[in-house]
């Protein structure tokens, strides 16, 4: 009855490489939000994602940053170029539904842009 | 108006005092308003989470308070212990709508319970 997993837990990117986020949903959860966090701040909505669809990436940059979930397999964000600014935690939280049910958040992946 | 403002930034208490936290929102269309406790290196957790048709809202020593009118909410810990010492968030969400979970996050309250 594992929660949401988010691999790596660290990652460490120079400038210019590319980032590459996982994160396995709950069992049986469909819905899946990434959410960015700066050193100090809250967390920020990034992209709502069901299976092979975007539902909402109106928090994604409109460069440089993408997401998947795909049919098999765990949902993907992706940072190209990183820059120093990419540097933060990045959260997924998964749900059984879309609609006013409970999310959980995953431990996290954090990023560090050398 | 996608903002939730939440206010102490930091807040330091004596063990078995009620540390008090606050958010204020502006849109009317939120209705989800949950509370998340985050320890370092760890993910969100959800508290306790209330919607607007009720005032308050109590499990265990957690409770929510809620007013409408005036668009804040509020969040009590009673008899606070040095495990509660995390960092606490508001959120709001329009919790009917599909995507409900796309939170809007308060900035954090750093809570710290002294023995």
């Known amino acids: 009855n594992a929660g949401v997993m988010q691999n790596p837990r660290h990652l460490v990117r120079r400038r210019g490489q590319e980032a590459r986020l996982r994160c396995s949903p709950m069992k049986g959860h469909s819905h899946v939000y990434w959410y960015r966090q700066l050193p100090e701040e809250g967390l920020k909505f990034m992209v709502y994602l069901q299976k092979e669809n975007i539902i909402d990436e109106s928090g994604m940059p409109k460069e440089r940053f993408s997401a998947e979930f795909p049919k098999e397999g765990p949902s993907i964000l992706r940072i190209q170029q990183v820059v120093r600014g990419d540097s933060a935690a990045y959260f997924c939280?998964?749900?059984?539904?879309?609609?006013?049910?409970?999310?959980?958040f995953g431990q996290g992946t954090r990023l560090t842009v050398v | 108006q996608q903002q939730v403002k939440q206010s102490p930034q930091s807040l330091i208490v004596q063990k078995g005092g009620i540390p008090i936290i606050n958010c204020a929102y502006e849109?009317?269309?939120?209705?989800?308003f949950p509370w998340y406790q985050q320890f370092p290196g760890k993910g969100p957790a959800l508290l306790i989470a209330?919607?607007?048709?009720?005032s308050e809202k109590k499990e265990g020593r957690f409770t929510i308070s809620f007013n409408k009118s005036a668009k804040q909410f509020s969040l009590h810990i009673m008899d606070s212990q040095p495990g509660d010492s995390a960092t606490y968030f508001c959120a709001a969400s329009n919790g009917r709508s599909q995507g409900a979970q796309k939170l809007v996050f308060g900035q954090g309250t750093r809570l710290t319970i002294n023995p």
């Open positions: 849109n009317t269309a939120f209705d989800y």
């Open positions: 939280a998964s749900s059984l539904t879309g609609q006013g049910t409970e999310a959980f």
């Open positions: 209330i919607r607007p048709d009720v």
